[in-house]
């Protein structure tokens, strides 16, 4: 759905009477304007949300970090997650400005984050579970475990390995954590963070 749309509410108001509705999302890693997050008419319509206690996933790439936390910052009340732990560019192991953006992001407290997608920015056909370890040590240093979800980003995550090698990541990498912590990130978080 259009959030800059002067309708807004009236849409919102139209798929909040399906019980299945929880949230929405805008896809801004393909939007031209990298802030557009920030212009008048885009915070509109997250405000909306607020109003119908409705979340929102952010889809952005790494330079669109810090107009994120611009936006999250403006929204404390509003629920927001990381979609795909904002895409690094792990294929060529850039992590010093992504961790950067991260970093100030998890600072507000209304955001977490989705294990999610992690594969198609790496080598689609040469990957090795160490290289996302850097990446992953950056998330729970910055959310936490009660503040992070996994998400398979099926069946987009098959151009790189499908969703079997996808959760194995996740899981090989959460095993030193506790069978709550696990029990979380797998679905109890997300079942929260939704209001499922």
């Not at 119908?52 to 107009?67: G, K």
């Amino acid at each position: 759905m259009d959030l800059q749309s002067p309708q807004v509410h009236d849409r919102l108001a139209h798929y909040c009477s399906f019980k299945k509705f929880k949230g929405v999302r805008h896809v801004l890693q393909g939007e031209a304007n990298r802030a557009l997050m920030l212009a008048p008419a885009f915070m509109n319509g997250i405000r909306a949300l607020k109003t119908y206690d409705l979340a929102y996933d952010v889809l952005i790439f790494p330079d669109q970090l810090v107009h994120t936390y611009q936006l999250v910052k403006a929204f404390p009340g509003q629920r927001f997650v990381i979609d795909h732990i904002a895409k690094p560019n792990i294929r060529q192991q850039q992590i010093d400005e992504w961790a950067k953006g991260i970093k100030a992001v998890a600072g507000c407290e209304n955001v977490y984050c989705k294990l999610s997608g992690m594969v198609t920015e790496a080598d689609w056909q040469h990957w090795q579970y160490a290289d996302f370890t850097p990446y992953l040590d950056v998330i729970f240093e910055a959310f936490g475990t009660k503040r992070v979800m996994y998400g398979s980003d099926w069946p987009v995550c098959n151009v790189a390995g499908g969703y079997t090698k996808m959760i194995s990541i996740v899981q090989h990498y959460t095993a030193k954590l506790s069978a709550s912590e696990q029990a979380g990130i797998f679905g109890n978080n997300a079942t929260a963070f939704y209001q499922l």
